[in-house]
């Protein structure tokens, strides 16, 4: 029965099922791998074949598209020719294009202005519409570029998109083509999609504007298909795998019309694609199977040959278990199971001659082993002493006693090192009397066995002194009738600490673990020396730190009265502190409507309130805008208006701080600027005029760099001279110092009459800057509020400095 639940065994779960199992296992993976690889392989260069396919022909398609797109703007452009300059002209070019071209549907033609004068379609001819398209991005695009091509857009499931062209010649206008896009799938057709594969176009946004006649609705959004994503996206690579308008799996190629930013793709399902991926995978299924049945086979063959030598082997091994020793196994297979069975029969023998050994071997361990016991005992014995004190005179008797008791020998020495003097002291002797070293109590540092072993870390041992090189240690020895010397170095990381120094009568070797043992007791004294010396330094640094705390009880004491003073000086630092928080307050407040340095004017005076009260004085007044800033505004994106204001806003703000002007108000282009108020000059309108001028000259290049972006824009300036009400309007969170009187009415009106460029004056301003322009007089003004003609001069220039000097001479000899 036992030995067939073994057969059984070794059948389902013994080598038997091991040997097949791993020989099936190799064939079927190796099969498989290989399978795989080539699966792998050809599956990456179908689908590259098959997605360079595809992208070659969606090249094609984009290639022929922008061709016929850049055929259409060609044909567009006659019609915008300088030679078509009447109305007639330009309806009968816009009849020929309609007939050349089939896909135009109609054209209509915007003036300079952008308001439509003529209209041709293939039903109806219109003029004289004058719609307003001059917001239109079309007719604004085409301005700026000369030619736009406007996004597609469907009308009745037709996709339509348009061409237009600026005409030859300054604000001649524009013609706008409207193009049917139901052509673009004249592109993808079957011949050229393929049998299997779907063609569409897609815009910017992921509508079909054509297809195949596999692909999807014209006018239907792709833009969430993860390949339409990718293609339309900017800078993003194309997908050569998604999902079809169906949800199917298709492997992708896309390319660009980067005129239009169009997108062409070619899709080809992807099970239609991999066909022969799946053919070659059953191919691989089959053969597996083959090799399969092959390696079982094989494998059971294999196996059956081995399992009843190995048996054998099993059974005799089990009985050398159990201590049968005079049994031997009988295989004859001529390999190496017949070897391994010869082995085990020498074994066998060779295990019943060494039991015999074993039991003597048994009772030298034991003893060996009582001795390691008394050793550890002792270095408990060592350890506690140690532990228990940190005087040196108790502690290394103890250690120097057991140390000589578990090493056998006749003496042993403990020298202390002195890094100060570089020397050995002897320190405890036991064994020997110390009076018997004589001069050797202490030892120097250099070529001697302990500064040897010092050196190199090691223990150092002499065999027979007799023999060994003369040194004042060895002398010593020899004197005493020792022969043999062991020294171990007492070190530590942190330096040498001293030796031990085991002597001998007779001579001969130390054994490797008495060094051992004996290096065990020098890590014991270290350990006490460090700690002695440790317990040394503490004691020395506490007497130091008593003396410390008695200097810091004096320097906290004289800490304190400085503490009273600092307290004093803060308080008298506080109360200048808020002195002045109350004049930047001050300067903070008038900085609201205040250039900086009439503020400082202003918060250093010492009765500020006198200048800011309402009273009536003779002022100078500069009012300031933009021509056409109000049709700019209502032309143009807001954010574009606010960057030029900022420009504007930031060029004037240097020149009023610069003159010391006071900005009065400002409301979108417009800003006034007040002179002898609040702060008084002699010269004010000559200040006020001055800055005129430069502003000018500064927002001229402005006005330049304004034109060059598309904004047709001018500056003008209106200064008058008079009597006004100065003070403060507002209320309490919103304060502004402003002027009342017809004097700030005449500047605004002078500033709505200035041209681009012009500073138009009043007679009186002319009259106190006069030796300092160049001027010329305007005709008179009916200004609006005023019942009387003004009279009004252009600044044209302010004169050189010489030339101020010698009209003001002239006018003094006149």
């Not at 779960?13 to 791993?22: Q, W």
């Not at 360079?52 to 022929?64: I, M, N």
């Not at 567009?76 to 020719?81: D, E, F, K, M, R």
Request: glycine share 8%.
């Amino acid at each position: 029965m036992a030995g067939a639940k073994d057969k059984t065994w070794l059948l389902r779960e013994g080598l038997f099922a091991k040997y097949v199992v791993s020989l099936v296992g190799l064939v079927v993976f190796v099969l498989a791998v290989n399978g795989a690889m080539e699966t792998w392989i050809s599956y990456r260069a179908t689908k590259t074949q098959l997605t360079d396919g595809l992208e070659d022909k969606a090249q094609a398609v984009a290639r022929r598209m922008e061709q016929s797109i850049s055929e259409l703007g060609r044909q567009i452009s006659w019609v915008t020719a300088a030679s078509l300059d009447t109305l007639e002209k330009r309806r009968t070019g816009y009849a020929q294009l309609l007939h050349q071209a089939p896909v135009v549907s109609q054209l209509f033609q915007l003036d300079g202005d952008g308001r439509e004068v003529l209209r041709v379609s293939r039903q109806s001819t219109t003029t004289g519409s004058n719609a307003d398209l001059s917001r239109d991005m079309r007719f604004i695009d085409t301005v700026a570029r000369g030619v736009s091509y406007a996004p597609a857009y469907f009308a009745d499931r037709t996709p339509y998109m348009s061409i237009s062209m600026a005409h030859s010649g300054f604000k001649a206008g524009v013609t706008v083509a409207e193009i049917d896009l139901s052509f673009l799938s004249d592109f993808l057709t079957d011949a050229q999609v393929g049998k299997v594969a779907s063609a569409y176009v897609v815009d910017a946004r992921g509508r079909v504007l054509a297809a195949s006649s596999k692909g999807p609705e014209v006018g239907k959004d792709l833009s969430q298909l993860p390949q339409v994503a990718a293609a339309i996206a900017p800078g993003r690579e194309p997908d050569t795998s998604g999902t079809d308008f169906n949800g199917h799996a298709v492997l992708s190629a896309a390319s660009t019309v980067p005129k239009l930013g169009w997108s062409v793709l070619f899709e080809q399902p992807t099970m239609q694609a991999l066909t022969p991926i799946r053919d070659q995978l059953v191919r691989v299924a089959l053969l597996i199977g083959m090799g399969l049945m092959v390696a079982i086979l094989a494998g059971t063959l294999l196996a059956r040959r081995m399992i009843i030598p190995i048996t054998a082997l099993r059974d005799g091994a089990h009985k050398l278990g159990e201590g049968d020793f005079s049994h031997r196994i009988d295989v004859h297979t001529s390999d190496e199971l017949e070897e391994l069975a010869g082995q085990f029969n020498r074994m066998a023998g060779q295990l019943q001659e060494t039991y015999t050994d074993l039991e003597t071997k048994v009772e030298e361990r034991t003893r060996d082993l009582a001795q390691s016991i008394n050793e550890l005992k002792v270095l408990e014995e060592v350890g506690r002493a140690v532990a228990a004190s940190l005087d040196l005179n108790a502690v290394l008797p103890t250690i120097a006693a057991r140390a000589l008791e578990i090493s056998r020998a006749d003496a042993v020495l403990i020298y202390g090192y002195d890094a100060e003097q570089r020397r050995f002291n002897l320190v405890e002797a036991n064994g020997v009397d110390r009076s018997a070293t004589g001069a050797h109590v202490t030892i120097d540092e250099g070529d001697n066995i302990l500064s040897d072993a010092a050196h190199g870390g090691e223990p150092i041992a002499l065999e027979d002194l007799d023999r060994a090189v003369e040194q004042p240690l060895r002398d010593a020895a020899i004197e005493a009738g020792f022969h043999a010397v062991l020294v171990v170095p007492l070190v530590d990381q942190q330096g040498t600490l001293g030796a031990l120094v085991v002597l001998r009568r007779s001579s001969g070797a130390f054994e490797a673990s008495l060094i051992g043992l004996m290096r065990t007791f020098a890590n014991q004294a270290v350990l006490a020396m460090r700690n002695a010396r440790l317990f040394t330094e503490v004691d020395h640094k506490s007497r130091a730190l008593e003396t410390a705390n008695a200097t810091v009880r004096a320097q906290a004491d004289k800490l304190r009265e400085q503490t009273e003073q600092l307290k004093n000086w803060n308080k008298s630092l506080e109360e200048r502190v808020k002195t002045q928080l109350g004049e930047i307050e001050r300067i903070r407040k008038l900085e609201r409507f205040l250039a900086p340095q009439v503020a400082q004017l202003i918060a250093s005076s010492d009765s500020p309130e006198g200048l800011l009260t309402s009273q009536r004085r003779e002022v100078t007044v500069v009012f300031c805008d933009l021509r056409g800033f109000t049709a700019f505004t209502e032309a143009t994106e807001p954010e574009e208006a606010m960057n030029v204001l900022r420009e504007y806003h930031a060029a004037l703000g240097k020149l009023i701080f610069k003159y010391e002007g006071t900005l009065d108000k400002y409301a979108g282009d417009g800003v006034m600027i007040l002179f002898n108020a609040p702060i008084q000059f002699e010269d004010h309108t000559a200040r006020a005029v001055k800055m005129a001028v430069e502003m000018r000259d500064t927002i001229g290049p402005l006005t330049e760099r304004w034109r060059n972006r598309g904004h047709s824009l001018g500056f003008g300036i209106g200064i008058a001279l008079g009597y006004a009400t100065l003070g403060q309007v507002g209320f309490e969170q919103r304060l502004e110092y402003a002027a009342i009187g017809s004097v700030t009415n005449l500047a605004s009106r002078l500033c709505s009459e200035a041209q681009a460029g012009q500073i138009v004056v009043s007679r009186r301003v002319y009259g106190m800057v006069e030796p300092f322009v160049e001027a010329r007089a305007l005709d008179d003004l009916q200004l609006k509020g005023f019942n009387h003609p003004v009279l009004a001069m252009e600044i044209l220039g302010w004169r050189e400095e010489e030339t101020v000097l010698d009209a003001t001479a002239a006018r003094r000899r006149g």
